[in-house]
């Protein structure tokens, strides 16, 4: 099975040939074997590309345009399903040709014929990281999670021996208290004045007694 590109090497279009390189690079670049069929240089093969492309695939005009792609005597497509085929990851299928193992469009067809993906060397590789990632991960969260317990309790034990302090600044403030309510002293050598004495009060028969007189006085004392 040869995978044959029908090209036009003398085209003037720079469209054209750019699709074509597009095609060609893509071959070469995954070792794909193809071989080039220029239309321009051969009429025979201008002429069998124009007989063998399907009649749903050509232009209105009737002409189809290279690049056409061709497995053998198979018809693949033109550069648009090319294309489309390639951003699908879905070359190999579009050519009619086994993908490589280990290779993307691979897997999508284990996937789609047997519903799951073979266990070669680069998915046990791939798992085997990913468990090593995760254990790691657990390690440090684990890590993480006693520090964090360890400054909680450093935390509650020095509110604890805090609460346990006796309250010596309300102590404090309550001597400072005391002391702003003690008259101030006066500086020394001045006289301390004493305040004056409360006086008395007068009772009723204090008031109702009446003053002695001095004639009353010698009669006493008589």
Known sequence: MVIKVFIANQSGSTA???KQQDVLGFLE???IDFKEMDIAAHEENRKWMRENVP???RPQNGIPLPPQIFNDEQYCG???SFFNAKEDNGVYAFLGLTPPPGSKEAHQAAIIQNGEIP????ILHLRRASEDQLGEN???LHNHYERSTDINENIGENKTAKDEEPPHQMVDLEDAEEESRKPESPPDGEPVEKEDEEEHPVTEDEEDEEPVTEDEEEVDES
């Not at 266990?119 to 680069?122: G, H, N, Q, T, W």
């Open 16 to 18: 054209i040939k750019k």
């Open 55 to 57: 009649g749903e695939k």
């Open 78 to 80: 033109d550069f648009e």
């Open 119 to 122: 266990e070669d060397k680069e």
């Open 29 to 31: 670049a995954n070792k």
């Open 138 to 140: 657990n390690e440090m």
